[in-house]
């Protein structure tokens, strides 16, 4: 008998390959927030990784730095463990968060599709589906796949902030607080839900209870740039704006790329008046973000106040090719025109009106010698059928 179990003991050990048997090394999962434990973990791994590279250090550590929110490193060890084992179902499951994390819908769609196939059969992966069926409108679909996971585990939080956040893109705001709430109560450390009550109620001018759970939610993740920056919209809907320029620029402590809090730092210098760090700020957006609606209009209207028409031009000039529509910059690229040609001492005389364009002409004739725009400043409400930049920050829904 003790023969057998010897033979048997041996099969097994042969059955198994280099990877499963290193897998059994390999240190469990930590708590994001205990520091000490991620990076031993992290450490593991790498060693683990230098010495045998198994696809299952790769995809644990993969996973570890999404949890981290390292999206980037945590796609390239994903990718290098499915390039070592495509068959595994729950590397496909990996790779569609960090997708997703990363704001390619369809390939995470298409990763997560693959992963049912290779045999996953999760609540995860089901909730998933329906976050990425929702972001391309498919709301039926969705609602299947999140109904799916709700059979599964009914007491999934992430589950009912899903369905939550298809309500409020269909318009139904009340329904919509309802399942974020209940999502709190069921997984209370969910930073999404945190971020959409919070903007919900700022959005709806509830500023009290917008700032409760922005609040709760940064004890929760004080290290979170968009907690920061949705707590500087709040002090900026209620014009508490060095509080606001406070939190943007922690928010820009913890990640420098966020152009959002630029461009809201911006707004505030401007409305100071302070038009070079205006200016400094916009141009900040404009490097990290080129196609940011609008900010050569915000950019000629800094150089515009400090007199330097050459650059006004040149910003108004671009931002009227951008979009021909937009008045502001059709306006500034006149009065910057106009100013620095009465400049010249050599051309005493202004621009012939009908050189200008009809928009321009009409506002010129109303005009005095100072014409001044009023600086842009971010609405508090979202309105309807009606498109501008600054919507976008305080729309509840990015």
């Known amino acids: 008998m003790r023969r057998c179990l010897v033979l048997l003991l041996s099969g097994l050990c042969l059955a198994c390959g280099p990877d499963d048997r290193q897998s059994a090394r390999i240190p469990a999962y930590p708590r994001p927030d205990d520091s000490s434990r991620v990076t031993g973990t992290l450490n593991a791994l790498t060693r683990i990784i230098n010495t045998s590279s198994p696809a299952s250090a790769y995809a644990k550590r993969a996973a570890l730095f999404l949890t981290l929110g390292q999206p980037a490193k945590s796609l390239d060890d994903i990718n290098e463990a499915i390039n070592r084992n495509a068959n595994a179902g729950s590397y496909y499951l990996t790779r569609a968060q960090v997708l997703r994390e990363l704001r390619q819908p369809a390939n995470a769609l298409a990763d997560a599709q693959r992963a049912e196939i290779l045999g996953i059969n999760s609540p995860e992966l089901y909730t998933l589906q329906g976050d990425l069926l929702q972001q391309q409108q498919q709301y039926d679909k969705a609602r299947l796949y999140i109904a799916k996971a709700l059979q599964m585990a009914p007491y999934d939080g992430e589950a009912y902030f899903f369905t939550g956040l298809m309500a409020a893109r269909q318009g139904d705001t009340a329904r919509a607080i309802e399942l974020y709430q209940r999502s709190l109560q069921l997984k209370p450390r969910y930073l999404e839900t945190y971020n959409q009550l919070a903007t919900v109620y700022r959005v709806l001018g509830n500023l009290d ?88 209009t915000y950019i000629g209207y800094c150089y515009e106040q400090l007199r330097q028409y050459d650059q006004a031009i040149t910003a108004y000039t671009k931002a009227t090719q951008q979009n021909p529509g937009d008045r502001q910059a059709s306006a500034g690229l006149w009065r910057s025109t106009r100013r620095q040609y009465v400049g010249y001492p050599a051309n005493p005389v202004l621009l012939p009106e009908e050189s200008l364009p009809e928009t321009a002409i009409k506002r010129a004739r109303s005009d005095t010698s100072r014409i001044m725009i009023q600086p842009i400043e971010p609405r508090t409400r979202v309105l309807s059928g009606h498109s501008d930049s600054l919507q976008r920050t305080v729309k509840p829904i990015n």
């Not at 002090?235 to 461009?263: E, I, K, W």
């Not at 200016?279 to 080129?290: G, H």
């Open 209 to 296: 209870a917008a700032m409760a759970y922005n609040g709760q939610a940064i004890r929760y993740f004080p290290n979170n740039a968009r907690l920061q920056y949705g707590r500087g919209l709040i002090y900026h809907a209620t014009n508490r704006l060095d509080s606001a320029m406070f939190c943007y620029q922690r928010t820009l402590v913890l990640q420098p790329g966020y152009y959002q809090a630029h461009f809201q730092m911006g707004l505030i210098s401007q409305k100071y008046r302070n038009y070079y760090t205006a200016l400094t700020n916009y141009q900040k957006v404009q490097q990290l973000r080129p196609q940011f609606p609008r900010i050569d």
